[in-house]
């Protein structure tokens, strides 16, 4: 009977492909970032040995790339002829451009060079992927005939990487900026110096480079877990000056901006082990060998001024960009509380404390880099205590930094965590690369408006753009760096450059699919999760069933009850919610018309216990940051991960008693009662000490020894008739002394309630 199935499909695809033969005027146009206009025109332009380009001075970079891009993708060499021309076009924007393909020829209109190059990185990607690793072997190739009308909804478009937990080699940040600018993006911001390591050389401090730049050791594992261990090894190194330079020009040719950002004053633990007058205290401390927030930063007295002054005038003799980023985040200020200077600073300068003598910090380096004809921009913590005259304001702590900065009209660049931190896991599967936490997955970039509604017409202007951060402390290598930022900087590219009215998550990830080869002729370690399957269960009618879905719409879910993994024809293919009637282990995987298995086996578990799909209620809301699916997701069959909290299962509530009810419909005879408590005592998650049951007739207590295990089972066993049940969980209450967030209140984390 399958084999019937499959023929049957075999014929009706042949039948399909066939269509497609005759159609190729239809031939699809897939350009990341989504263009402003494009329309697709009858025929198509050969590619081939009698091709030529004509070009003059304007267009030097933007022809010369296309010429080699052609030349070194494939057999191919240019004709000195004007079948491909670059014309001047005033009338366009400075990046904007027009791509006009038709049989004859191809003609690229810009105002500027860099314009043109974005209509090059259009045609680009309107060639086979082949073309990117020089493996494009025929003689020639077919464009379709289209024009695009293009331009950028925002003049910033950024990427970020940090190289102070990790530096990465000249080529790979060369590398990184030629994929910047294959997406049309213009700014690389590179964050040079941290308290794990200072990565510029500056001539005038060489124990930057013999001290700052090389930490003793490493943390293992995530920060969180506990205690702490180290690797042992030293780890470290520094760009050089000539590295440097080589780096602006090749991103110049690229046009690509590269902002550098030099911490101050916090995240400056590195500079100040090498030069501990540089703190307020002169205590020699080490180059920071875990992550977080350190608590030695600069001491604003003179010295400091000369030293950063300095720093800084190297700096700018080496980026020519207009902005230099001064950092200003995290900046601790108990040093500065316990310093006699600071505090005799704040009197003589009349300051109100420790955020106004940050803010005259900032406006000190500011006045020195206008003194030069730069502007800085600054993380969002530089809004406290009053912001630098002149300053832009990089909003990373969600989006108020912007709303205030936009308001106090300075220029704002977009970068909240929510958004563009793509250092956060971009899944809940559980064999994701460790990872410093969140949960920014592809669609949620995609959404990304840079414009907060709270901003008027005219404050909006100030909103410059956006940018994807790469924040490196889990990232030991560039394919684990490459693996966090593709895909979603795809997706930032298309919110920083196409207009929201054009956006489309279906057909982004359509051109996501295809855009796959390249990223693989180019040698770049994308994550892939479009073919990964996502369940949940449904109670409709007190009917439950299990939906399966993934993102891309293209392909086959094959599953299986059986237990063993499903195969693609000889397993149902799933078309609508499976009947959940029992308890049972569902399999699924995604597979291609050929019965390729595209996903990892997805497995779920369901047990269908007594309070599966029951009503149940809680007297609080669990934490915004930790909803998991509500109340249900306690009674829905189905457990957390063993590892971590987050996650769609466990429900996170911190410092609230919590009183769950559940009511299972009719009187019904229980046995046992089980759950389970996250206890990662590090991340101020405890376990409660005490648990009261309440049936209709009679209440139980339950004592919880303390533990140190991260998950902590209870279970009550008794032997009552009952239609209601009542949970009551005490908080744990204040986290003791010596613990990690002493003081603070105690989070609860619990897990499906099963009633059996
Ligand atoms: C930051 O993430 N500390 C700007
Ligand atoms: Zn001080």
Same mark, same amino acid.
């Given at each position: 009977?399958?084999?019937?199935?499959?023929?049957?499909?075999?014929?009706?695809?042949?039948?399909?492909?066939?269509?497609?033969?005759?159609?190729?005027?239809?031939?699809?146009?897939?350009?990341?970032?989504?263009?402003?206009?494009?329309?697709?025109?009858?025929?198509?332009?050969?590619?081939?040995?009698?091709?030529?380009?004509?070009?003059?001075?304007?267009?030097?970079?933007?022809?010369?790339?296309?010429?080699?891009?052609?030349?070194?993708?494939?057999?191919?060499?240019?004709?000195?002829?004007?079948?491909?021309?670059?014309?001047?076009?005033?009338?366009?924007?400075?990046?904007?451009?027009?791509?006009?393909?038709?049989?004859?020829?191809?003609?690229?209109?810009?105002?500027?060079?860099?314009?043109?190059?974005?209509?090059?990185?259009?045609?680009?990607?309107?060639?086979?992927?082949?073309?990117?690793?020089?493996?494009?072997?025929?003689?020639?190739?077919?464009?379709?005939?289209?024009?695009?009308?293009?331009?950028?909804?925002?003049?910033?478009?950024?990427?970020?990487?940090?190289?102070?937990?990790?530096?990465?080699?000249?080529?790979?940040?060369?590398?990184?900026?030629?994929?910047?600018?294959?997406?049309?993006?213009?700014?690389?911001?590179?964050?040079?110096?941290?308290?794990?390591?200072?990565?510029?050389?500056?001539?005038?401090?060489?124990?930057?480079?013999?001290?700052?730049?090389?930490?003793?050791?490493?943390?293992?594992?995530?920060?969180?877990?506990?205690?702490?261990?180290?690797?042992?090894?030293?780890?470290?190194?520094?760009?050089?000056?000539?590295?440097?330079?080589?780096?602006?020009?090749?991103?110049?040719?690229?046009?690509?901006?590269?902002?550098?950002?030099?911490?101050?004053?916090?995240?400056?633990?590195?500079?100040?082990?090498?030069?501990?007058?540089?703190?307020?205290?002169?205590?020699?401390?080490?180059?920071?060998?875990?992550?977080?927030?350190?608590?030695?930063?600069?001491?604003?007295?003179?010295?400091?001024?000369?030293?950063?002054?300095?720093?800084?005038?190297?700096?700018?003799?080496?980026?020519?960009?207009?902005?230099?980023?001064?950092?200003?985040?995290?900046?601790?200020?108990?040093?500065?509380?316990?310093?006699?200077?600071?505090?005799?600073?704040?009197?003589?300068?009349?300051?109100?404390?420790?955020?106004?003598?940050?803010?005259?910090?900032?406006?000190?380096?500011?006045?020195?880099?206008?003194?030069?004809?730069?502007?800085?921009?600054?993380?969002?913590?530089?809004?406290?205590?009053?912001?630098?005259?002149?300053?832009?304001?990089?909003?990373?702590?969600?989006?108020?930094? !912007?709303?205030?900065?936009?308001?106090?009209?300075?220029?704002?660049?977009?970068?909240?965590?929510?958004?563009?931190?793509?250092?956060?896991?971009?899944?809940?599967?559980?064999?994701?690369?460790?990872?410093?936490?969140?949960?920014?997955?592809?669609?949620?970039?995609?959404?990304?408006?840079?414009?907060?509604?709270?901003?008027?017409?005219?404050?909006?202007?100030?909103?410059?753009? !956006?940018?994807?951060?790469?924040?490196?402390?889990?990232?030991?290598?560039?394919?684990?760096?490459?693996?966090?930022?593709?895909?979603?900087?795809?997706?930032?590219?298309?919110?920083?450059?196409?207009?929201?009215?054009?956006?489309?998550?279906?057909?982004?990830?359509?051109?996501?699919?295809?855009?796959?080869?390249?990223?693989?002729?180019?040698?770049?370690?994308?994550?892939?999760?479009?073919?990964?399957?996502?369940?949940?269960?449904?109670?409709?009618?007190?009917?439950?069933?299990?939906?399966?879905?993934?993102?891309?719409?293209?392909?086959?879910?094959?599953?299986?009850?059986?237990?063993?993994?499903?195969?693609?024809?000889?397993?149902?293919?799933?078309?609508?919610?499976?009947?959940?009637?029992?308890?049972?282990?569902?399999?699924?995987?995604?597979?291609?018309?050929?019965?390729?298995?595209?996903?990892?086996?997805?497995?779920?578990?369901?047990?269908?216990?007594?309070?599966?799909?029951?009503?149940?209620?809680?007297?609080?809301?669990?934490?915004?940051?930790?909803?998991?699916?509500?109340?249900?997701?306690?009674?829905?069959?189905?457990?957390?991960?063993?590892?971590?909290?987050?996650?769609?299962?466990?429900?996170?509530?911190?410092?609230?008693?919590?009183?769950?009810?559940?009511?299972?419909?009719?009187?019904?005879?229980?046995?046992?009662?089980?759950?389970?408590?996250?206890?990662?005592?590090?991340?101020?998650?405890?376990?409660?000490?005490?648990?009261?049951?309440?049936?209709?007739?009679?209440?139980?207590?339950?004592?919880?020894?303390?533990?140190?295990?991260?998950?902590?089972?209870?279970?009550?066993?008794?032997?009552?008739?009952?239609?209601?049940?009542?949970?009551?969980?005490?908080?744990?209450?204040?986290?003791?002394?010596?613990?990690?967030?002493?003081?603070?209140?105690?989070?609860?984390?619990?897990?499906?309630?099963?009633?059996?």
């Amino acid at each position: 009977m399958h084999y019937k199935k499959i023929l049957l499909a075999l014929v009706f695809m042949s039948f399909l492909f066939n269509c497609k033969e005759v159609d190729k005027l239809t031939k699809e146009v897939l350009i990341i970032p989504q263009p402003l206009e494009q329309t697709i025109n009858k025929g198509e332009f050969i590619l081939n040995a009698s091709t030529g380009i004509d070009y003059d001075e304007n267009f030097k970079i933007s022809a010369e790339f296309l010429k080699s891009y052609i030349e070194e993708g494939s057999k191919l060499k240019l004709q000195e002829n004007n079948t491909i021309s670059f014309i001047k076009d005033d009338g366009l924007t400075d990046e904007g451009y027009t791509l006009e393909i038709s049989p004859n020829n191809i003609k690229i209109k810009a105002k500027t060079d860099q314009g043109a190059f974005y209509a090059v990185q259009s045609l680009r990607q309107l060639l086979p992927p082949e073309f990117e690793n020089g493996t494009f072997e025929e003689n020639e190739i077919a464009i379709p005939s289209v024009t695009i009308k293009d331009k950028p909804q925002f003049s910033y478009r950024g990427m970020h990487l940090d190289v102070g937990r990790h530096m990465f080699s000249v080529d790979f940040i060369k590398k990184y900026i030629d994929a910047l600018a294959m997406l049309k993006m213009n700014t690389f911001h590179w964050h040079l110096t941290e308290d794990q390591g200072w990565r510029i050389e500056i001539k005038k401090y060489p124990k930057l480079q013999e001290v700052a730049a090389y930490r003793n050791e490493t943390l293992i594992g995530h920060y969180n877990d506990q205690p702490h261990q180290f690797d042992d090894n030293q780890y470290g190194g520094y760009y050089t000056q000539e590295e440097v330079k080589a780096i602006v020009a090749y991103a110049q040719s690229r046009f690509v901006t590269v902002i550098p950002e030099i911490e101050l004053p916090g995240h400056s633990q590195a500079a100040i082990a090498a030069y501990p007058e540089l703190g307020c205290t002169g205590v020699q401390v080490e180059v920071a060998t875990k992550w977080g927030v350190f608590e030695d930063i600069y001491c604003p007295k003179e010295e400091t001024f000369a030293f950063l002054e300095d720093v800084l005038d190297e700096v700018l003799a080496l980026f020519p960009s207009e902005y230099i980023h001064i950092g200003g985040d995290e900046a601790p200020k108990i040093r500065w509380n316990n310093c006699e200077h600071c505090q005799a600073l704040i009197k003589k300068e009349g300051l109100k404390g420790e955020h106004e003598l940050q803010s005259y910090f900032i406006s000190k380096i500011e006045k020195h880099l206008n003194s030069k004809g730069r502007q800085i921009i600054g993380w969002d913590e530089i809004l406290e205590g009053g912001l630098a005259p002149n300053a832009t304001v990089m909003s990373w702590r969600g989006i108020n930094g !912007a709303i205030e900065a936009a308001k106090q009209h300075h220029n704002v660049v977009m970068t909240p965590t929510s958004h563009c931190y793509f250092d956060y896991y971009q899944s809940e599967n559980e064999n994701e690369p460790i990872a410093i936490g969140g949960f920014l997955p592809l669609e949620k970039v995609y959404s990304f408006n840079p414009i907060p509604e709270e901003l008027t017409q005219e404050e909006a202007k100030y909103v410059l753009g !956006a940018q994807g951060n790469i924040w490196t402390e889990y990232m030991k290598t560039s394919e684990h760096v490459e693996y966090m930022a593709f895909p979603r900087i795809l997706a930032m590219s298309e919110v920083v450059w196409s207009k929201p009215e054009n956006k489309s998550y279906p057909d982004f990830v359509k051109r996501v699919e295809d855009f796959h080869k390249r990223l693989d002729a180019l040698n770049i370690n994308y994550a892939n999760h479009l073919y990964e399957i996502e369940g949940k269960l449904v109670s409709n009618d007190k009917r439950l069933s299990f939906e399966l879905s993934n993102t891309s719409n293209n392909n086959h879910i094959a599953y299986s009850i059986d237990g063993k993994e499903p195969v693609y024809l000889l397993y149902p293919e799933y078309e609508k919610p499976i009947t959940v009637d029992k308890s049972m282990t569902i399999k699924a995987a995604t597979f291609n018309s050929n019965g390729k298995q595209l996903s990892s086996i997805f497995s779920q578990s369901i047990n269908l216990h007594k309070a599966v799909g029951k009503t149940i209620t809680i007297n609080k809301e669990p934490h915004k940051s930790y909803p998991g699916s509500g109340a249900n997701g306690l009674v829905n069959g189905i457990l957390g991960s063993d590892s971590r909290y987050g996650g769609k299962e466990w429900l996170g509530f911190w410092g609230d008693d919590i009183e769950i009810t559940i009511d299972l419909g009719v009187e019904t005879e229980i046995n046992s009662i089980k759950t389970r408590f996250h206890n990662g005592n590090g991340q101020w998650i405890y376990a409660p000490t005490e648990i009261e049951f309440e049936f209709e007739n009679e209440t139980k207590h339950l004592k919880i020894p303390e533990s140190k295990d991260n998950l902590v089972n209870i279970a009550l066993y008794v032997k009552v008739k009952t239609r209601i049940i009542t949970l009551k969980i005490a908080n744990y209450g204040t986290i003791p002394e010596g613990k990690q967030g002493d003081g603070n209140k105690a989070w609860t984390f619990i897990d499906e309630i099963i009633i059996n």
